[in-house]
């Protein structure tokens, strides 16, 4: 089955930087965008940008840019997004999830199980 | 970016009523490309609804979604036990993807 598998919760201090990985199985990597969005205690789900596996490409929220970068490594079926200068407002549960094949407009499914990135001197 | 506000904040509801969730954007949702997900504690979103109103694979009928344009409706029939949760609406017609603040189904 589609399934998206995140990596395990961070602890950093302020100003250091984060990397979250996203493993992907059950379909043709390639093919998907892949997204991710934010979530913080008692805050409104918040998208932070997307990339296209199969050439790299990438789009971030102007909110992020400048402070992340999402990358992705094909040969492992990997997406990665890495957010610097944390601060304690990036504390906040981190979700990757699939969008549409290129060409397409759709919403996200599945999405991983979420990363809780704390950010606390 | 388009604001999406849901109403209401939270429905307190019984096993069996019928659930009607709100989505109201600021502007016109692109080629009413506009999603519902539910959410569970401690879990990350689930998929319902895209297209404002086709279900992803595996929802139960009792789900429908509805609208377009600017106001949009999610609608549980009958709710089961396993329906009490928050739900989202999305609207990914236009960048950023944008949520609504969320409504919580409640048991009554």
């Known amino acids: 089955q589609v399934q998206l598998v995140q990596s395990g919760a961070e602890v950093k201090k302020p100003g250091a930087s984060v990397k979250v990985s996203c493993k992907a199985s059950?379909?043709?990597?390639?093919?998907?965008?892949i997204h991710w969005f934010r979530q913080a205690p008692g805050q409104r789900l918040e998208w932070v940008g997307w990339i296209y596996p199969n050439s790299g490409g990438t789009n971030y929220g102007q909110k992020f840019q400048g402070r992340v970068t999402l990358t992705r490594d094909t040969s492992i079926t990997t997406a990665y997004m890495e957010l610097s200068r944390l601060t304690s407002d990036d504390t906040a549960f981190y979700y990757c999830?699939?969008?549409?094949?290129?060409?397409?407009?759709?919403?996200?499914?599945?999405w991983g199980q979420g990363t809780l990135v704390t950010v606390s001197s | 970016e388009i604001v999406l506000t849901q109403s209401p904040g939270t429905l307190s509801l019984s096993p069996g009523e019928r659930a009607t969730v709100s989505c109201r954007a600021s502007q016109s949702v692109r080629s009413n490309y506009l999603a519902w997900y539910q959410q569970k504690p401690g879990q990350a979103p689930r998929l319902l609804i895209h297209?404002?109103?086709s279900k992803a694979t595996g929802i139960p009928d009792r789900f429908s979604g509805s609208g377009s344009g600017t106001d949009f409706t999610l609608t549980i029939s009958r709710l089961e036990p396993e329906d009490f949760a928050v739900y989202y609406c999305?609207?990914?017609?236009?960048?950023?993807?944008?949520f609504g603040q969320g409504t919580k189904v409640e048991v009554k």
């Open positions: 059950g379909y043709s990597f390639t093919d998907y965008y």
């Open positions: 999305q609207q990914y017609g236009t960048s950023p993807r944008t």
């Open positions: 297209g404002a109103s």
């Open positions: 999830a699939r969008g549409a094949p290129a060409g397409r407009s759709e919403g996200n499914d599945p």
